[in-house]
Structure formats: C-alpha cells, structure tokens
C-alpha cells in the first residue's frame, strides 16, 4: 500500500475485506444461532464495563482537560490544514458536525433520557425523590454527563489535530492509523499489521455504531407511523423505512460533503432551530428556562464526581459507560470526518465550536425536549411515563408531543428531524469509512454507495432476526471500543507533539522553544 493523497485514493484489501467480512460474519452468526450471539455480546459486554468502564471515563476526561489547555494556550492560533481561510461557512460547518454526532440519540434519547432518570433516580442522586423537582435537576444533569462535554470533546477534538497534521502537513493517508503517525512515522502507514489492526476496529466500531441507530430508527419510526397515521407497526414497514434510509444516505454519500450532506445537516438545524422555538413558545419555556440554568449549573458543579462516578456497575453500563464507549467507538472515524471538513480553522476554533458551543446547545435541546417531559409529568403523572414503560423511547417522544398544541404536526416535524439525524449520520460515516479504507479525502463514490448499501443491508438482516438483534449490535460497540480507547489515549502524547511541529512551523514558537 503507498501513501497517497491524490483524488480516490487507493484501497486497501486487507483492511476493507477483513472489515466487511466481520460484519458479515456477525449478521450470518445471528442468523445461525442468535442465542449463542446474545450470550457472546453479553459476556463481552458485561467484560468491557467491569475491566474498561474506568478508562473509557479517563480517556474522556483527559480528551476534554487537555483539548482546552491546547485551544486556550498559544497553540490555539495555529491554523490547520494549510488553508488560510475554511472551506465553508461557521454555520455550515457546526451543522454537519452536529447532525453526525446525534443522530437518532438527538431525539429519542433527549425525551427518554432525562424522563428515565426522573422516574428513577441515579444512584449518585444521594436520597433524591423520583418525581421531584430536585429529581428533574438531576435527571438532566445526569443527561448532560452522558451526552455533553466529553462526548463531543472525543469526536473532534485531539484525534482531529493529530490527523489534519499527519495528512495535511505531512501528506500520509486520512486513515486511523495515521493517528499513531507521530510514534512510528511512515512505517505504520505501509503494510503494518498494527496499522490494519487499527484501521478495521476502527471501521467495525463505527459500522456498528451506526447499524445501530439504522436499525432503531426502523422500529422507531414504524411505532411513531402507527401512532400518528394508525399505519401498522410490523417488519414490513420498519424494513421499508430502512432501505429508503439507506436509499437517500448512499446518494447523498455520492454527491459528497459539499453538497448533499451540507445540504440535510444545514436543514436538520435549521428545523431543530424551529422546533426548540415552537416548544418553547406553546410549551412551558419558563420551566425549561429555569431547569436549564439550575441542571447545567449542577452539571459543571458536580462536573468530576459525576463523570467519573463509578459505584453501581450496572446502572453505568446501562447508562453513562454505554454512552461513552459509544461515543469512542465513533472517535477515530469521527476526527477523520472532521479533519476532512475543518482545513482553515484555528485550533481555538475547532475546540471551541466542537468542545463548548455544541455541547451547550446539546444541553439546551435535551432540556426543551426532555424538560417538556418531566413538565408533562410533574403535571399530569404517568402522562408520558407510562408510555416509556410500555413502548420504549420513541413512546416518549410521541407521548410528549401528544400532550402540547398541534400535537400531530410536532410529531411529524420530530420524525422527520430523527430521519435527517440518522441520515446524516448514514452518509456521513459511509464517507469516512471510504476515506479510512482508500485514505484520501475523496474516495470513489461507488464504495461510498457500496458501504451505505452495506450498513442498511446489515441493519435490514438484524431486523428479520428480531429487536434483540439490533440490540447486541449496538451493545457490541462496548466491546470494540476496549482497543479503540487505547488508540484514542494516545492522542494525550500526540496531539500536543503535532502542536508544538505546527506552531514551529508557523512561528507561534520559536524552532528552540521546548
């Protein structure tokens, strides 16, 4: 394999046949034997939280702590991807980034999760009633820990400077193994078998991560058509959804960044904008004004102890450790994906807008849409928890839209947000997979078609077999995520070494300075 930059790129076999054919390998096992699947994903799982629960939590909160001493200190100024200016606007740019991230998350887990954690309080709440308005406080604030700093600090932060300096200053390959560029050097970008350990776990974890939300929007949004359309919830229509998913996703993964992906992740806020000024204005905005000013401030006050509470193992794997193994599962792939987008940003810019501006918008919408839960429940009990109960997370989100003016229409627009969500997410990831398997910035679009294709294929296969196929799917993210958190930990070392190259670089620093 040579290092290449030039338009395509060049593929690498091992890593893309390796790659598929595990996912492949998987879905066939399912088929075989699913109860032998379940029982591996479960004991692998129960594993990775026992053993790497703790370093999934440190190797984020490092991430964060030392992703702001970089922003905030003189590297802050160094401009990445040799591009004086950024190739698209601040809008256009935060988009994309957002939509990634979130996906189905953005909306089913902002009704779910909060809600849940108000039902039934975290067992760091101390004494706590469920029910509570100091149970509301909590439950959002425990929301924040799973879905804000650090989770978006590992997506876009360390692992992005690390990459836009190894492919853009340097010229090797946008792969995840040029991550370990700064260690090795070129020897890792050539036939290594480290650099192809690392490069297919990094596209497994993140094929599954997706596959994931694909499958869920499937269930999701058959159950969210039969409430609101008294459409039926059955296979047919969940695999329906699915492939016109995948359909959408792989033309938008072929017209690349610049159009079709900047084109849904610019509608999707634009909508997400619209529907936090709708709730807000026929919801109940003095509570969510308020409970987002106290949770938040509980949030950064409680900050440490939260985020690394480690107490009750298995109310962390079902929350806050589950979060966080997914989002490092997402790493590698996502600081690739936004590398690709951020030529021309400063440092300061990329920390601010990844590690802060998005996480407190993040925060915000967790709080209208979970907060318009809690309301509803404090008002009117089992309004919108019974449903949970009953029917899971996209339950919530209907009952909560149920419940204020022109419910319908809030319902519909919700839907339709989750689907650019998850889309956004399809082609997106399709893309970087590409990239990571040809290392250029622009790979053919017959293989980002071919993994879009792949990914909803994958997801339509674990459909027919049962939710529980989904679901050990989307719980073996946990259990990729153990050597893709050591691949992120490196980032400690490598990212402020790539800092102080660019800064010499740049004159930032003197060529002497240590």
């Not at 459909?463 to 259990?479: A, K, N, R």
Request: hydrophobic letters at 55%; aromatic letters at 12%; proline letters at 4%.
């Amino acid at each position: 394999m040579k290092n290449t930059t030039r338009k395509n790129g060049i593929i690498d076999w091992p890593v893309f046949i390796i790659s598929g054919g595990l996912l492949v390998l998987f879905v066939t096992l399912g088929l075989i034997n699913q109860d032998m699947v379940t029982n591996l994903v479960n004991n692998s799982f129960a594993f990775s939280v026992k053993y790497f629960g703790s370093v999934y939590q440190v190797v984020l909160l490092g991430t964060f702590l030392i992703a702001l001493f970089l922003g905030f200190s003189k590297y802050g100024k160094i401009k990445l991807g040799n591009m004086d200016k950024p190739e698209m606007s601040t809008f256009k740019w935060i988009s994309i980034i957002m939509c990634t991230l979130l996906a189905a998350g953005g909306v089913f887990w902002a009704a779910a999760e909060p809600l849940s954690h108000f039902m039934d309080t975290p067992p760091h709440a101390n004494g706590i009633d469920a029910g509570s308005h100091e149970a509301a406080i909590t439950a959002l604030a425990t929301s924040f820990v799973d879905w804000g700093f650090l989770a978006w600090a590992i997506l876009g932060t360390l692992g992005t400077i690390v990459l836009m300096y190894a492919h853009y200053h340097k010229g090797v390959p946008l792969k995840p193994r040029a991550l370990l560029y700064p260690f090795f050097g070129d020897k890792i970008m050539k036939k290594s078998v480290l650099g192809t350990i690392v490069d297919v776990f990094s596209i497994i974890s993140v094929a599954a991560g997706t596959i994931g939300p694909i499958g869920f929007l499937g269930l999701q949004a058959s159950y969210a058509m039969s409430e609101l359309f008294n459409i039926s919830d059955v296979l047919f229509i969940q695999i329906v959804i699915v492939i016109a998913l995948v359909v959408v996703a792989a033309i938008s993964a072929a017209t690349g960044i610049h159009k079709g992906i900047q084109y849904l992740s610019s509608f999707n806020t634009i909508l997400a904008l619209f529907l936090i000024f709708a709730i807000l204005v026929t919801g109940p905005a003095l509570f969510i004004f308020n409970a987002h000013i106290e949770s938040f401030a509980l949030y950064v006050q409680d900050f440490f102890t939260m985020t690394t509470y480690h107490g009750d193992e298995a109310w962390l794997s079902g929350w806050t450790i589950f979060f966080f193994a997914w989002f490092i599962g997402y790493g590698p792939m996502m600081v690739i994906f936004v590398a690709r987008i951020s030529r021309g940003r400063t440092i300061r810019q990329l920390v601010t807008s990844v590690a802060v501006i998005a996480p407190v918008i993040t925060t915000f919408w967790f709080t209208v849409v979970g907060g318009t839960g809690i309301f509803q429940e404090m008002t009117n009990p089992g309004s919108v928890s019974k449903a949970l109960s009953e029917n899971g997370p996209p339950a919530a989100m209907i009952a909560i839209t149920d419940q204020l003016p022109f419910g319908m229409i809030f319902g519909i627009l919700l839907l339709l947000a989750t689907i650019i969500f998850v889309l956004t997410t399809t082609d997106s990831m399709s893309l970087t997979i590409s990239m990571a398997i040809t290392g250029s910035g622009d790979p053919s679009k017959l293989l980002r078609v071919f993994w879009a294709l792949l990914m909803g294929a994958v997801a339509t296969i674990l459909l027919t077999i049962g939710e529980d196929g989904v679901e050990s799917l989307q719980s073996f993210i946990v259990v990729t995520a153990v050597p893709v958190s050591i691949l992120m930990l490196t980032t400690f070392w490598t990212a402020p070494y790539a800092c102080k190259q660019m800064a010499k670089d740049q004159g930032i620093i003197e060529s002497d300075e240590r």
